[in-house]
Every structure is written in C-alpha cells, then in structure tokens.
C-alpha cells in the first residue's frame, strides 16, 4: 500500500477546529489512527500507544513535531470530523491499493469499538460495518452507524460503495433481509447469509428440509468444522450432491 496516497486522500479531509488553538494537524492524527486500526487497535488508548511505540516511523511521514496526541485529543478530532467524507476517502483509498478480483469472498460484519461511548454528551458507542477481504486480508470499506440495530440500514449503504461482480458476500443474520439480498443481486454478486430464529417462515424452511439429526450422519462427501465463538459451540456442515 502506498503510504504517500494515504497521505495524500486524507489531506483533503476538511478541519474544522480554530487554528490557533490546534497542537496537533488534522492530518497527522487520521494518518497514525488509520495506521493503528490497520495495525488492531480498537481502542483509543491502544491508538496512543501504537503512536508512542512508532513514533519514529510515524515522524517519517508525518508532523509529529509536538509528539502524540493522548487519547481523549484522538477521540475528540476522529468523532467531529466529516465521517463521510472520512468513509468517501478511505474507501477511494483502499480501492486504489487493492484491485478485487472475481471469486473473493467478502465478509461485511458490524463491530462496535471499545472505548467509544461518550457519557460527557449523551454520545452511545460507535457501531462500524465494515467490508473485508478474505483474501487480502484487508478493509475495503467502512460505514458508521449510531447503533447495532442500524446495521439494516447501513449494510446496504457500504454495498453501494463497492464493487462487489462476481463475488461471494457474507452476512450474518442481521443482514439476511430481502433488500439486502436484492441489492446484491443488482451488483452481480452472490451471498451467503445466516438465518436464525427472527426469520420465522425461512428458519422453519431450512429445519423442514435440512435436518441437523440427518445431515450430520450424511452418507456423502461433506465435510463439517466446530468452534466455540461468543460463548456457543458451533458447528457448521458442507455437503455435496
């Protein structure tokens, strides 16, 4: 990835604080915090260490001058700017670095990060749906939401920002809702969606016709995994026909 594109789509990133009261520039703190979340940070304090343990590589590329900011600073700058914009130019970004080619599989997954509830402004807690790469392993793409619940909503904002032809999506069971299916049909993809029990009518349709008690003593090629994830082991089967 080029780190001078990176540079160069977050500049144009407007800021809207008083100029004269500004120790730390706009671009320096999204440059070290879109290298932090790259990096797995969810935090904001983990955002402030990734810069402390860097700072040197960081100066390389960035006015570094006055040091780190500390993480309410980064909370404070990252939750005013233009999220739009901010989600516009990442996307462009990411999309200028990694070409998606035919037969990706593209997991779209929401994700609430740590740390970013706001009690001082009655702010809840940031919920981003994001777009990843299987293969790449990397974010195509990002929307942020006020809420878990929006992720309806917002789902298939992020499919409209995307190339997604010939591609396999994957969702979980929020996003196993008719428009969503459609909207990715019209973008001449496929998808792979969860069904759970808030789906009556389908949820009874696939207990009618694949039994688990059958399917797991099946006679033909299949094969099957297990893990524990969220507190539950699950276990999921492939058969062939």
């Given at each position: 990835?080029?780190?001078?594109?990176?540079?160069?789509?977050?500049?144009?990133?407007?800021?809207?604080?008083?100029?004269?009261?500004?120790?730390?520039?706009?671009s320096a703190?999204?440059?070290?915090?879109?290298?932090?979340?790259?990096?797995?940070?969810?935090?904001?304090?983990?955002?402030?260490?990734?810069?402390?343990?860097?700072?040197?590589?960081?100066?390389?590329?960035?006015?570094?001058?006055?040091?780190?900011?500390?993480?309410?600073?980064?909370?404070?700058?990252?939750?005013?700017?233009?999220?739009?914009?901010?989600?516009?130019?990442?996307?462009?970004?990411m999309?200028?670095?990694?070409?998606?080619?035919?037969?990706?599989?593209?997991?779209?997954?929401?994700?609430?990060?740590?740390?970013?509830?706001?009690?001082?402004?009655?702010?809840?807690?940031?919920?981003?749906?994001?777009?990843?790469?299987?293969?790449?392993?990397?974010?195509?793409?990002?929307?942020?939401?006020?809420?878990?619940?929006?992720?309806?909503?917002?789902?298939?904002?992020?499919?409209?920002?995307?190339?997604?032809?010939?591609?396999?999506?994957?969702?979980?069971?929020?996003?196993?809702?008719?428009?969503?299916?459609?909207?990715?049909?019209?973008?001449?993809?496929?998808?792979?969606?969860?069904?759970?029990?808030?789906?009556?009518?389908?949820?009874?349709?696939?207990e009618?016709?694949?039994?688990?008690?059958v399917?797991?003593?099946?006679k033909?090629?299949?094969?099957?995994?297990?893990?524990?994830?969220?507190?539950?082991?699950?276990?999921?089967?492939?058969?062939?026909?």
């Open positions: 990835m080029s780190i001078q594109s990176l540079l160069d789509y977050i500049s144009v990133i407007p800021d809207i604080r008083q100029q004269g009261k500004v120790k730390h520039k706009l703190i999204l440059f070290l915090t879109v290298c932090a979340v790259i990096a797995g940070a969810d935090e904001w304090q983990e955002i402030e260490d990734f810069g402390h343990e860097r700072l040197e590589w960081l100066k390389k590329y960035g006015d570094f001058d006055n040091g780190i900011p500390v993480d309410d600073t980064i909370a404070r700058v990252v939750s005013n700017i233009d999220s739009l914009a901010f989600e516009k130019m990442f996307i462009e970004w999309q200028e670095c990694h070409e998606i080619t035919d037969g990706e599989i593209i997991a779209i997954d929401g994700k609430t990060i740590r740390g970013s509830f706001d009690k001082g402004k009655r702010k809840g807690a940031i919920h981003m749906v994001s777009a990843f790469s299987n293969e790449n392993g990397v974010v195509l793409g990002q929307v942020k939401t006020e809420a878990k619940s929006n992720e309806i909503t917002a789902i298939p904002e992020l499919l409209n920002l995307l190339y997604l032809k010939k591609n396999l999506i994957t969702i979980d069971a929020m996003g196993c809702q008719k428009d969503i299916a459609s909207k990715i049909k019209d973008k001449k993809a496929d998808y792979l969606l969860a069904v759970k029990g808030n789906q009556g009518k389908l949820h009874h349709a696939f009618e016709k694949f039994p688990v008690n399917f797991s003593n099946y033909g090629d299949s094969f099957s995994t297990q893990e524990i994830s969220h507190g539950r082991k699950e276990t999921r089967f492939a058969y062939c026909q």
